[in-house]
């Protein structure tokens, strides 16, 4: 705190130079002024005094006496009028209220700022940063898992209306395996944030997450919050990750792969890598490898795509390109279904069903006909973007035993 009042004085300090160096500065201007006006009146009479001297001793007539006499006058006439001037123009003349006022304003101005800071300033946030450091050894590069606890549960009880915060705290309780104070904060995030917030689902998701944690399964409460979470988010990525992981569990191996497969729609690369995992390892037990083509149900409502791409748009990409397969309403933009994929897995059987509905109430089992097409994003997103390679879109019709269509990419994006 020192050092904050400090910096306000030299503020100050600083404000009231600024204001009064005006004044300062025309009386400063004044005082030499005067003093020249007084210099030349003192050569006048010197040189006067001169030309008296000169007529006595006969030097001087009368008539060139007063010729000189009478420009020694002209000229200290000339002079009092051109500093007279300079004076009025340069230099206003400041008067005893001009100069109350200014010294009224230096004085008040930083009773006025200090009435603000008062008010609106954060002296208490400063007071509290201050005294939590200290808590901190300066020889540590950063707090333990501990400390931050600290810091963070005596920030919350200050200001305990922070999502923010209690996020903060969540993390670091579920780092520390503390999984029913986990969620615990991951409710109390909830109660603070927005429900038209962007992170709202998200938070949702991980708040089912630290209830799996607490309950080591896939509970009623558990499954409560994961369909909050996808009434949100049809793609929220935590909550189809434990619903993959219950199907895993319950050895339901296809339709783990489904979830799983539908969560990497969402998925940031380090989430994607874990998910990928688990879909490789759900494969396995299924029998199923990558090379294989997974066999199409019988008499479940369905369309079957054979997914491949043009040898030439091919050798243009990575092996790890990002490649998305669409099935939508006839005229809508809503998927009914969607598959995430990579280049190097083309050729593909993809199977849209229901198990790959990307909403509950939106399935492919309840229309005659979809629109059905693919698309390899240069930048991993679903939206479509100039430079992309996609294929013709086609409609189908969704029956229970469906032949194979072939999807070929075979253009770009304009």
């Known amino acids: 705190m020192i ?11 600083m404000a009231m130079t600024v204001i009064c160096w005006p004044l300062i500065k025309a009386n400063n201007n004044r005082v030499v002024e005067v003093d020249r006006q007084q210099e030349n009146i003192g ?18 007539n009368d008539e060139s006496y007063t010729e000189l006499k009478l420009e020694l006058e002209k000229n200290l006439l000339t002079d009092a009028e051109g500093l007279s001037v300079n004076t009025t123009n340069k230099l206003a003349r400041v008067t005893k209220r001009q100069s109350l006022i200014v010294l009224l304003v230096a004085i008040v101005l930083p009773l006025i700022s ?9 002296s208490e946030e400063l007071f509290w940063a201050q005294n939590n450091s200290q808590k901190i050894p300066q020889h540590a590069t950063k707090p333990t898992a501990a400390q931050a606890i600290a810091l963070l549960e005596a920030e919350l009880e200050r200001a305990p ?25 991951f409710a109390q995030v909830l109660v603070s944030l927005p429900q038209q917030s962007e992170q709202f689902p998200s938070v ?34 935590v909550s189809l990750g434990l619903l993959g992981i219950e199907a895993y569990e319950q050895q339901n191996f296809q339709m783990a792969i489904n979830y799983w497969e539908k ?29 294989q083509q997974p066999k199409v149900a019988v008499n479940k409502p369905q369309v079957v795509v054979d997914v491949d791409i043009t040898a030439n748009l091919k050798s243009q990409l990575d092996d790890d390109a990002v490649l998305f397969v669409f099935a939508k309403p006839v005229g809508g933009r809503i998927p009914l279904a969607a598959l995430k994929l990579t280049v190097a897995e083309l050729p593909k059987r993809v199977v849209l069903d229901d198990s790959l509905a990307m909403m509950p109430s939106s399935k492919i089992s309840l229309q ?23 294929s013709a879109l086609l409609v189908l019709e969704v029956q229970e035993l469906a032949d194979p269509v072939k999807l070929l990419i075979d253009k770009v994006v304009e």
Not at 3 to 13: A, H, K, P, Y
Not at 43 to 60: A, K, N, P, Y
């Open 3 to 13: 050092e904050l009042w400090l910096g306000i004085t030299v503020l100050t300090l």
């Open 43 to 60: 050569i006048f009479e010197h040189r006067l005094s001169e030309l008296d001297q000169e007529r006595e001793q006969g030097l001087l």
């Open 114 to 122: 200090l009435a603000f800071y008062a008010k609106y300033g954060s």
């Open 161 to 185: 209306e922070s999502p923010e915060g209690w996020y903060m705290l969540a993390g670091a309780y579920m780092s520390s395996n503390q999984f029913n104070k986990g969620a615990t904060a």
């Open 204 to 237: 949702v998701g991980q708040y089912a997450q630290a209830l799996f944690f607490v309950d080591n399964k896939v509970t009623a409460r558990v499954k409560k919050q994961i369909q909050r979470a996808l009434n949100l988010d049809a793609l929220e990525v």
């Open 263 to 291: 969560s990497l729609l969402n998925a940031q690369p380090n989430a994607a890598d874990a998910i990928k995992s688990g879909i490789a390892k759900a494969r396995e037990r299924l029998g199923v490898t990558g090379s």
């Open 368 to 390: 005659k006909k979809v629109e059905v097409s693919a698309r390899i994003s240069l930048n991993g997103r679903p939206i479509a973007e100039k430079g992309d390679f996609e």
